[in-house]
Nanobody, 117 residues
């Protein structure tokens, strides 16, 4: 079992910044990728950013140039630096981890990010 614990969410004004962090623990096989998804009320969960084992990254078009994902392989943590936040970024943000040869996918419980206009 893998446990993912997110932190760093909160309320921020438009144009502000937040940093989300996620720590993974438990029985973790070789990590293939870690990332962040988000889900706004009434909308489907969507990929925000993902970082592969080889440090390759990909981002949703809506956050490119504003968000930066990074990871610490030694600590099994992943972070998401979010700048120039907009009300449209308001959502619950979920940390994800994909590990093992079978590509096991684990989810955190989520952290709320609210951006006021």
């Amino acid at each position: 079992q893998v446990q993912l614990v997110e932190s760093g969410g909160g309320l921020v004004q438009a144009g502000g910044s937040l940093t989300l962090s996620c720590a993974a623990s438990g029985i973790i096989f070789r990590i293939n990728a870690m990332g962040w998804y988000r889900q706004a009320p009434g909308k489907q969960r969507e990929l925000v950013a993902r970082i592969e084992r080889g440090e390759e990254t990909n981002y949703a078009d809506s956050v490119k140039g504003r968000f930066t994902i990074s990871r610490d392989n030694a600590k099994n943590t992943v972070s998401l630096q979010m700048n120039s936040l907009q009300p449209a970024d308001t959502a619950v943000y979920y940390c994800t981890l994909n590990d093992g040869t079978g590509g096991r996918h684990s989810w955190g419980r989520g952290t709320q990010v609210t951006v006021s206009s």
